[in-house]
């Protein structure tokens, strides 16, 4: 059955309006109100009606409501008298006032295409994004551009749109020039998806990966939190939750989301984080010894939320341990995985690279750590702390040339409120300049002036700060660290 009023068709088993035959885009329970409107033409459906008919056993506000209605007034208009076509009957309900035919018809086959195709681009966008595979962000991103383009209502569509914006931030979040705008357009729809939909939690979890790299912390707490109460038992959502929270809450929601799919390497990374700014690294060691299996097990090919960096952060933890040999091996095995291109793999091995120029500095040889620096500085070129090692070391016509280079990248992180970043930087040039007073205080200054752990949860196993060594001057900032992640 086709329900047919003024221009328009609605056709409510292929879901789907038209306007003189051309489709016109409305979000999926933005239809269901329509639909039951536009059945009971001239009648006075509750409030109640529409919320059980659009949102069935789903928990929403009367404002859920009128968003859907005024979105609607926008599209169908108003009859040839100048009423709006959708009426309110105050403190009552809402009523379709145009007549309305009802008649019965096929869909032709580029009609059926046509409905297909937001869907085909948004499948088509959701398998890039879960492969995060550095090459198919763009590809993700213009598929979920066109599946918002074809379906601005559509709640789903904004969602994978600003993951996909997500990701493309992530990209290049290391670099010189991050593409921040990215992170604006991944709020922009992530609000949008739950202005649409606000008992989606998808939307809510997207939310809240979005606030986050924004640098509103709370908010994307929030965010998360409500995604885990509308859907507990979803394990992207704890994931999410575990990736923007800190302390015993990234704890709880990386076991949680262990619990629900075992194997996830982020779960591991996200919960050994924790424990190493802690200082226990024994509990680090475990959630690390799973993650790197875990790692190894999806291979270096593409391959669904995939997870590199386990094995970087286990050479960290082996050689903070004495294990060197351990650590090498462990090195090496990261870099097996710079061209499986996932998303951060170019960042992790320029870490690692990073740390084995410090392994090299502990065993004297300073020009084979110099070659590392710049290893880790071809793959990521604003890396800080490798810069800052790199132009501590260097006694050559082109000290003045990295120092000043430094110096930049400095001010770069502390006008993006990247100032922990920016002070683990200047500590490290300072400790291999021999001025370990000044490292400790440089980083003390960063922990007492922020409310965040941000980079120096790694401090305790810093290879190059190496703060094991010095364990009274380091103890402050160390038992501040320890207490900012509980």
Known sequence: ??????????????????????????????????????????????????????????????????????????IVGVDDDGRPLIQTVPRRGYRFAGSVARTARRESDDDLEALLAPHRAFLEGRTAVETLDRDQILVAQRAFARAVTAAPDDAPAHVGLANAEILRFESTRADDTPAVDAVAAAVHHAREACRLDAASAEAWATLGMALNRGGDAMKALAAARRAVALEPENWKHHLRLAFVGWGEERLRAADRTLKLLPGIALAHWLAATVHVARQAFDAAARELDAGAAAQDAQGTAPTRFGGVGLHW?????????????????????????????????????????????????????????????????????????????????????????????????????????????????EAVHAALRDEATRAVALLQDAVVQSDRVGSLWLLPIEPVLHTSTAPREWSPVLTALRTRSA
């Open 313 to 425: 952060l286990r050479g960290l933890l082996r050689l903070e341990r004495g294990d060197v040999d351990g650590a090498r091996d462990d090195f090496e095995r990261e870099l097996s995985f710079e061209q499986s291109g996932h998303l951060y793999a170019r960042e992790c091995c320029a870490n690692t690279w990073y740390a084995l120029g410090a392994l090299q500095l502990r065993e004297g040889n300073r020009s084979a750590a110099l070659d590392a620096f710049a290893q880790s500085l071809q793959r990521v070129n604003g890396h800080a702390i490798a810069l800052a090692a790199d132009a501590a070391l260097r006694d050559d016509a082109e000290a003045d040339v990295r120092r000043g280079r430094l110096a930049q990248r400095v001010a770069q992180l502390r006008s993006r409120g990247s100032a922990l970043e920016a002070a683990l930087a």
């Open 1 to 74: 059955m086709v329900f047919s009023f003024g221009p328009f068709q609605l056709a409510p088993a292929t879901r789907r309006l038209t306007r003189d035959g051309a489709a016109v885009a409305v979000a999926d329970r933005h239809l269901d109100v329509l639909v039951h409107l536009v059945s009971h033409p001239g009648e006075l459906l509750s409030k109640d009606a529409l919320v059980a008919a659009a949102w069935q056993d789903v928990a929403v506000t009367d404002n859920s409501l009128e968003q859907a209605v005024s979105a609607l007034r926008r």
